[in-house]
């Protein structure tokens, strides 16, 4: 009896929904339209986006909340290299995703034909594996591994590539299990060495960050660090991996560090890393560790044995995924007996008064006020995003994340990231308040996707700060040419009316009393909504103004 054949697009979706795909994020096109039409009677929602570097970003937004591959299709040529924005933070982000891309005929490559592009090469040193599906009986083979590779060790992103001719065609549908990532787990051998090096620490801190994290993990680390009163930071954007309530949290390592952590993380005898890989901006420029053997005593937790060693050669390397070190770090601290707690108290003591500051900064609208209504009023779970910008600064400093997934920011510091995150991160958590902020410059890249927001009735709270100007980069222009502005000034639109067009209800902000209300209404109501606030171009950073900055430039070079 001849098995029933089915077509190529249909076999792409049920492949997909055998691996628990819960969304695809796309922007249609002809190159892929048996996909598309799979997706019609498909069970798994598509979310359409306007831009492909939205619609990646919306993807690589959803594996970092899942833990599981956020899902992009895009056309040939310009819709790849737009999505490649995404994609690379992805890469950087350690982020599983995977990114179907339409591909011209077979028979017509290399003959520069509409929209050619060799993916491999485009992609090849950016995702962790670039593909090309040759014909449609290995789509549930390429599929099933692409999620493997996208979820195991570091994880990253997937390319695979639709050629056209590969997509008129039929192929008998084969069963492929739901694929998990790969776990990994230190040896008896090593637990022993840990518990010895800790043991013998007078001095220890926890960094953590990276990815295959969850909040099963996120608990057990924090009884293990309550128990043995062992401080923890957490790496450049991953601050959602530690209560900030807690008395054992001790800061954030990135940019802008506090000057009393950094000092902290100097002076210590033993650095306990877990997942973070501590790269240009957790490691100051790579200035905080020795490269390569530290100064202090590194024990240093990985998922990807490749990492180990890298930049920093570890005392003790584990080749491990978060979940797995920290079962077995919890089980560790119920029979180890430190006597930390003087050092603990002093690092939360240094934290305090760095988030607590309340700097003053030009202008009528303070930021830190800003802050504290956030605080006040929005739910602790509420999940917050942000691109790149020097606005996001406050986020990082003054909010107190409380539990795991209530972050979306990029490592890779790729502007215009919030807002394609937080219509994610809605659509994944429709029950929870999602807060985007954005600068004016940021929020500019991806607009678009208001759009978006409001098609998918993803009620989300937009902050725009606008400073008119692309302010970090006027910063450090300042700092290294004073007085010589070139081309980071912005002559915005009326935001407001433009978020109202889209079908938010927009509010102008001047002053922080003025946020509290629009704040309230936003939270309130049962739509999406925009908060435009008028920053005073001055207040560049929480430290210091935009002329404060330029005067001493000045004064160092005359």
Known sequence: MQEQQQAAGHLIVEALAAQGAERVFCVPGESYLPVLDGLHDASIPVTVCRQEGGAAMMAEAHGKLTGRPGICMVTRGPGATNAAAGVHVAQQDRTPMILFVGQIDSQMRERDAFQEVDYRQMFGKMAKWVAEIDHASRIPEFIARAYRIAMSGNPGPVVLALPEDMLQQSASPKPVVRVEPVAAALSNLQQAELEAKLSAAKRPLAIVGGARWSAAAVASLQKSAEKLNLPVACGFRRQMLFDHTHPCYAGDVGIGINPALRAAIEAADLLLVIGEELSEMPSQSYELLDIPVPEQQLLHVLPDPLALGRLYQPDLAICADPASFCAALETIAQSLETNW??????????????????????????????????????????????????????????????????????????????????????????????????????????????????????????????????????????????????????????????????????????????????????????????????????????????????????????
């Open 341 to 558: 707690q003087e050092w603990r108290d002093a690092r939360r003591t240094d934290y305090e008064a760095w988030s607590g500051a309340r700097p003053q900064i030009p202008g009528s609208l303070q930021m830190r006020e800003v802050m504290e209504v956030i605080a006040c009023h929005a739910p602790t779970d509420t999940i917050i995003t942000n691109g790149a910008g020097n606005y996001a600064t406050w986020v990082h400093r003054f909010h107190r994340f409380r539990s795991f997934g209530s972050q979306l920011a990029p490592t890779s510091g790729s502007m215009g990231y919030g807002l394609p995150a937080a219509i994610a991160a809605k659509l994944q958590h429709p029950d929870r308040q999602v807060l985007c902020f954005a600068g004016d410059g940021c929020l500019q890249m991806t607009i678009q996707e208001l759009a978006t927001a409001a098609q998918e009735q993803a009620n989300i709270i937009v902050i725009a700060v606008d400073n008119g100007m692309y302010g970090t980069i006027r910063m450090h222009q300042e700092r290294t040419y004073p007085g010589r502005v070139s081309a980071t000034t912005l002559q915005n639109p009326d935001f407001g009316s433009i978020a109202t067009a889209y079908g938010f209800a927009a509010h102008r902000v001047e002053t922080a009393a003025q946020f509290e209300g629009a704040l309230k209404t936003a939270l309130a109501h049962n739509r999406p909504s925009f908060l435009h606030l008028l920053l005073d171009p001055e207040a560049i950073t929480p430290a210091a103004s935009l002329s404060q900055i330029r005067t001493a430039a000045q004064q160092k070079n005359p």
